[in-house]
């Protein structure tokens, strides 16, 4: 493989594509960050992109803010910014043409039919970057238990998410998991 | 503009439809509902637009938060961009777009920062480790969710586009974009082929 001598440029080409492949949004490219990141670039390990989801998780903001967690962690805050603009320019742009382009005709079916098509497509997405996640974290059965606990609370209740992050964050800390 | 395009006489009623907010106040309403969004800007940026300015009704904000959801990338983001064009020309859409993206992205940075100094000191290793089991959870929960409608409605075609990808994703790890290239369209025409079947 060739060198690459310009680590900001990478960020930039490889976040532009992969934004416009973002069907369903962030969570949905969460599979391919850590494709790229991981086993491709070599920017981080397996751990280190865990950690970060963690991060992006807990902190304000739309999610897609994990690539500026990666930008910084591949070239600092210059690759931060750079990061986070060339995954959320390309696809606003295109968001604004289509908003102007379907003004003008509306009471076309298609909108509904590709919307529709793309549903399951994201969700599997989504699914795969779980179970990649997974294979990081849950290396132990107390671990194993605390995602599954996480996931029936979030999906049977309206609990807050925060305390499901201060229970792991504790059950870590405590060095349990 | 607007007020000149209104059918009725100048003492008509108006229904309060508030006027278009400034470039600025969009920056400000777009940072505030950003980095207020604990657990998704969703929720905050239907509350702030819908219910706080009634800049959009209900309606509205469905109907370009589904067009922002079925193009690509951050749906969210995509979102300040539309409405904040539709307001105030392409200066409010960079506005919105910049309040939503640059505050969170200061704190993420900051957070990266302090993670590439103390990232390897054992407790915040263990901790992050304990959230991280946290987060995967909800994104499950999150999975499960969506999966639901179609489980319900028995949808078989689409529950296998969503197998075959979650297979070649997830286990075989094939690329993103050479899997999607042929999902997409087989998805749309299977969609396709299915509305006529019910509708025939």
Redesign the interface.
Known sequence: MNPNPNPVWALVSTFGLLSLFAVGGANAAIPEMQRIAVDVRHWMTDKQFSDIYAISQLSPGPNVLIVTLIGYAVAGILGAIAATFAMCVPTAVLAYGVSRLLARQTGSRWPAIIQAALVPLSIGLMGAGALILTQTTDRSFVAAFVTGAAAVLAFATKLNPFWMFLAGGILGFAGVI | MPSDSLPAGPSAPVIPKSVPPSVIALFLAFAKM????????LYWARRAIVDQHRWMSADEFNE?Y?????????????????FG??LRG?AG?IAA?TG??V???L???A???L??RY?EVD?L???????????????????????AP?VRRRDVA??A??????VT???V?L???LV?LV??PV??A???AV?RKVSA
Request: hydrophobic fraction near 60%; charged fraction near 5%; include cysteine.
């Open positions: 950003s980095v207020a969004g604990f657990g998704g800007v370009t589904a067009l922002c959801h079925f193009l690509p990338g951050p749906n969210i983001v995509n979102l300040s961009m539309v064009a539709r392409i859409g777009f939503l993206l505050p969170p992205m704190i993420m940075t957070l990266a920062a993670y590439a990232g407790a290793r263990r901790i992050l480790g304990g959230v991280s089991c946290a987060a995967v959870g909800l994104l499950i929960a999150n999975v499960l969710r969506m999966m179609l689409s529950l586009m969503l197998v075959v990808v979650f994703i997830g286990l790890r690329p993103m974009p999607l999902a997409i998805s749309i299977v969609t396709f509305r």
